[in-house]
């Protein structure tokens, strides 16, 4: 079957969306050196625009989590392939991601996270559908918030492909 992309959101409002977090981060951080840790693959697109945009000092690691197996569904299992490199001890820090669904992700790493006693620890996604949520979870800064549905781009793939569309689109099946 082959595949089409409509576009659901636009890069035209993204940068818009990710202008107003850099803000909000700034406002909350700029004193405050934080790492930010950013969930791979996924977050990678998202993350880099979102630092250019963060003109105070802070450090970045990296993660690599594996939690979906080429499919449009969760797992519900989650693999830490790659883990942090800094010494989170007493820093302030932020996880950026790229989506939260149902949330099993950002729960079993939030938690992770905290054993290794941060300052603080929030939850930065660019996009966030509450409507699946099958853990409570709730984001601490959150782009867009979306309806139940499928989407790739900006970083974001269905079974490794379309992480480089310069939008978030919905990918849909035609015959
Ligand atoms: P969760 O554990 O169900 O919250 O799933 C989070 C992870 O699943 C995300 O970090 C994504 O990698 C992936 N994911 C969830 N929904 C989508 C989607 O609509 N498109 C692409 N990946 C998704
Ligand atoms: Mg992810």
Redesign the pocket.
């Known amino acids: 079957m082959q595949k089409k992309i409509e576009v659901y959101i636009s890069d035209k409002e993204i940068e818009k969306q990710t202008d107003a977090l850099a803000i909000k981060l700034k406002n909350e951080y700029f004193d405050k050196d934080p790492i930010l840790i950013v969930?791979l693959?996924?977050?990678f697109v998202f993350a880099g625009k979102l630092i250019l945009k963060l003109d105070f000092p802070l450090s970045v690691d990296f993660m690599v989590?594996k939690?979906?197996d080429d499919s449009?569904e969760?797992s519900?299992m989650?693999r830490i392939e790659e883990d942090i490199t800094i010494n989170i001890e007493n820093r302030h820090v932020i996880v950026i991601?790229?989506?939260?669904?149902?949330?099993?992700?950002?729960?079993v790493l939030m938690k992770k996270l905290q054993t290794n006693n941060p300052k603080s620890l929030k939850l930065a996604t660019l996009?966030d559908?509450p409507s699946?949520r099958?853990v409570d979870?709730v984001p601490d800064f959150s782009c867009f918030e979306i309806e139940d549905?499928?989407?790739?781009g900006f970083g974001?793939?269905?079974a490794q492909q379309y992480r480089n569309l310069p939008f978030i689109g919905i990918l849909t099946e035609v015959k």
């Open positions: 969930i693959k996924g977050a989590i939690s979906y449009t969760s519900g989650i991601e790229d989506i939260v669904d149902t949330g099993q992700t950002v729960n996009l559908k699946r099958k979870v549905k499928f989407v790739v974001l793939d269905y």
